[in-house]
């Protein structure tokens, strides 16, 4: 069974910042894009980032832009988070995705089109 390992959560104040790492712990996913979303209590699930299967196109949330920035290398298959100016709203577990269309040269903001995903890691920002 293909896993997607999730890192990089922790229990931080307002204004700092944290990087997430999301990699496979069997398959390459070189030519699928990838995504992070979160989820906090009470809430649904929501689209946080997402990054194209090259690299070449990123989008993000309104809530994150400007704070947030996804990145990936393909030579490990890795995407990471970089989160700065955490805010207590931020707070949530956040789960990498993959898309389950190949070479999709856009971002799928569509919780739905993701076809597996990992076990999530807890952010946690106190103010």
């Known amino acids: 069974q293909v896993h997607l390992v999730e890192s990089g959560g922790s229990l931080v104040q307002a204004g700092d910042s944290l990087r997430l790492s999301c990699a496979p712990s069997r398959r390459s996913f070189k030519f699928y894009g990838m995504a992070w979303f979160r989820q906090a209590p009470g809430k649904e699930r929501e689209f946080v980032s997402g990054i194209t299967w090259n690299g070449d196109r990123t989008a993000n949330s309104d809530s994150v832009k400007g704070r947030f920035t996804i990145s990936r290398d393909n030579d490990k298959s890795t995407i990471y988070l970089q989160m700065s100016n955490l805010r207590s709203e931020d707070t949530a577990i956040y789960y990498c995705?993959?898309?389950?269309?190949?070479?999709?040269?856009?971002?799928?903001?569509?919780?739905?089109?993701?076809?597996?995903w990992g076990q999530g890691t807890q952010v946690t920002v106190s103010s």
């Open positions: 995705a993959v898309d389950g269309q190949a070479m999709r040269n856009d971002v799928s903001t569509t919780h739905s089109l993701y076809t597996v």
